[in-house]
């Protein structure tokens, strides 16, 4: 298996395992990691379809935070955006072998809104999904398509990955959307939140619920 084995890999290695809240059930763990950083990242340019490698930093980043994966969790099957920095995330991480790809999981496409500042690009799509989470940049994607792929990716997951922990490959916003929809929320809650690079987050089926257990723990050595 991927990144290690255990015969209970469902189980955080540092931690209590959360109780099942009926007793019964299987308990399924996605350990949510963003990629690393890339010349865009660097560069604070808004980034979605553009498919660019990690830089040095980010290869930094990513072994680290595969270190701490590796610390945390036994994971049984990785899972990944098809965007190249992701992948390579991974591949950096140590988890680069038998890796799924999962299409519904890759960042938002901005449009024409690709590669402009961020600081700008924000302030136009905060205002306008603030309004209406449906509209979308010229050429790009809604703020509730994202969230309704990223949300349908994580239930197929849940459903096919039982007493299993999954490591999930991914970006800003897919991880938020998921976050938001473990937390009950919707698609805006997307814009309430802030992600590091090569952060992890998780989220676990318990069931009969779905709960939040991590969100934005910093890999890095510091």
Request: aromatic share 4%; net charge negative; hydrophobic share 35%.
């Amino acid at each position: 298996m991927p990144g290690g084995s255990s015969p209970r890999a469902s189980e955080p290695l540092d931690a209590e395992t959360p109780p099942s809240a009926s007793g019964r059930g299987p308990e399924t763990y996605l350990v949510l990691l963003r990629h690393g950083r890339t010349d865009l990242n660097r560069r604070r340019l808004l980034q979605g379809a553009s498919d660019l490698p990690l830089d040095d930093l980010g290869r930094r980043q990513a072994v680290e935070a595969g270190d701490y994966v590796r610390r945390h969790w036994r994971i049984d099957k990785v899972v990944c955006s098809p965007r190249r920095r992701a992948r390579e995330s991974l591949v950096h991480a140590g988890f680069g072998e038998d890796v799924i790809i999962e299409d519904r999981l890759a960042e938002m496409d901005y449009g024409t809104l690709e590669g402009t500042p961020v600081p700008l690009a924000s302030g136009e799509l905060i205002d306008a999904w603030s309004t209406d989470p449906g509209y979308a940049p010229t050429g790009g994607e809604s703020l509730s398509d994202l969230y309704d792929r990223s949300v349908s990716a994580c239930e197929h997951l849940m459903a096919t990955s039982a007493n299993q922990t999954v490591l999930v490959c991914s970006h800003a916003n897919p991880i938020k959307a998921i976050v938001s929809w473990a937390l009950g929320g919707e698609a805006s809650g997307i814009l309430r939140m802030y992600l590091r690079q090569a952060s992890v987050s998780v989220v676990a089926r318990v069931p009969p619920v779905v709960v939040l257990l991590g969100f934005n723990e910093r890999t890095e050595a510091l």
